[in-house]
């Protein structure tokens, strides 16, 4: 086609003043392995075990295992490789004596794996956690269903359930204790409950009976006010 000022535009894949000359578009390398030139156009071919992609430019490995020939069986997996394919055991199994034989990683591996309970299965493994817990994210550890609920007033004990510090009690923990009114108190004259505590008063005329520091001084035998604290509890 040529312009008012007589000058040539050429179509794709020629060139020259009046555009006759085929353009060498492999010059310019637009194929990924072999650029083959052909009179006014082009076309891209690939090296062994690669073939074109749909682009017409670029070529994509050949992945052997995705034939329809290609049957590896049960219990294998298939490798593709430029040579073609290999069929080896599959994860989860080992070879023995030619066959693909599932592997106990249970037995193997034990506590590496799963923290409380390991179930083997053919080719895999589950773990499971015990009643008191449930399985984390990572598939492997179990988390104390008590951690979900615990407060500053409780702790789990050995079998994973939610038990109260002295001074609480409730489902949660949350409720103070009443010792005055249980008479669990050790006062020997006046208790005053507090929050997840008590503490122990003298009538007049008496004072708290000095005693070591070890010891839970609830008698009286002077005018002095004590308070009966948890950690007094636990010395």
């Known amino acids: 086609m040529c312009t008012i000022e007589e000058v040539c535009l050429c179509q794709a894949g020629w060139t020259g003043s009046t ?24 076309y891209c071919n690939c090296s062994e075990h690669s073939r ?5 430019l670029s070529c994509d490995e050949i992945d052997y295992c995705e034939t329809s020939e290609v049957f590896c069986g ?7 490789h430029v040579e073609g394919h290999t069929c080896v055991c599959g994860m989860g199994f080992q070879e023995k004596n030619g066959d693909c034989l599932d592997i ?22 589950e773990c499971q956690c015990n009643d008191s817990k449930y ?21 789990c004990n050995y079998d994973g359930k939610l038990s109260c510090l002295p001074g609480f009690k409730g489902d949660f923990c949350a ?32 004072q708290l009976m000095q005693r070591s520091l070890r010891a839970i001084n609830t008698g009286c035998e002077g005018d002095v006010t004590v308070f009966y604290t948890l950690k007094n509890y636990f010395l």
């Open 52 to 56: 074109l992609s749909e682009n017409g």
């Open 135 to 155: 399985l984390g994210e990572n598939h492997r550890s179990c988390i104390n269903k008590c951690d979900d609920i615990l407060n500053e007033h409780s702790f």
């Open 104 to 125: 106990n990683e249970c037995e193997i591996y034990g506590k590496s794996l799963c923290e409380d309970i390991c179930i083997n299965s053919i080719g895999s493994y």
């Open 175 to 206: 409720d103070d204790v009443n010792e005055c009114e249980d008479g669990s108190h050790k006062c020997h004259h006046l208790c005053i409950n507090l929050h997840g505590s008590y503490m122990c008063e003298c009538r007049k005329g008496f």
């Open 19 to 42: 555009c006759s000359q085929d353009l060498d578009e492999c010059l310019d390398s637009p194929c990924e392995h072999h650029c083959i030139n052909t009179v006014g156009s082009f």
């Open 74 to 80: 049960s219990n294998y997996a298939c490798i593709s």
